[in-house]
């Protein structure tokens, strides 16, 4: 069974950071592009950045280029959101979303992507 599961959210204060988790079962991620989105309430979800195959990043936020990035380890078949100096705009709701790919593309899309995790809340507090 495909699955991903997202871990690491919480409470943390402005300035801060935090490493989400996204482990995969049932497939083994190095074959995957898999980009982080965020929700936040009342709003549509959106991408964040995406990591490809070659592990080339895309960012498709502005705001967190610089504060945020991806990386992953093929041993664990997790990948991780490192987010630092958090900010109360980041608060959200944020899912880790998958798409195998033959060449090493990323989609900021959610439409674009198979699999998605259940997703994990951050708060951020000023």
């Known amino acids: 069974q495909v699955q991903l599961v997202e871990s690491g959210g919480g409470l943390v204060q402005s300035g801060g950071s935090l490493r989400l988790s996204c482990a995969a079962s049932?497939?083994?991620?190095?074959?995957?592009?898999i980009g982080w989105f965020r929700q936040a309430p009342g709003k549509e979800r959106e991408g964040v950045l995406c990591?490809?195959?070659?592990?080339?990043?895309?960012y498709y936020i502005d705001s967190v280029k610089g504060r945020f990035t991806i990386s992953r380890d093929n041993a664990k078949n997790t990948v991780y959101l490192q987010m630092n100096d958090l900010k109360p705009e980041d608060t959200a709701v944020y899912y880790c979303?998958?798409?195998?790919?033959?060449?090493?593309?990323?989609?900021?899309?959610?439409?674009?992507?198979?699999?998605w995790g259940q997703g994990t809340q951050v708060t951020v507090s000023s």
């Open positions: 049932g497939f083994t991620l190095h074959n995957y592009a």
């Open positions: 990591i490809r195959k070659n592990d080339v990043i895309t």
């Open positions: 979303a998958a798409k195998y790919t033959i060449l090493s593309s990323c989609g900021g899309n959610r439409g674009w992507y198979d699999h």
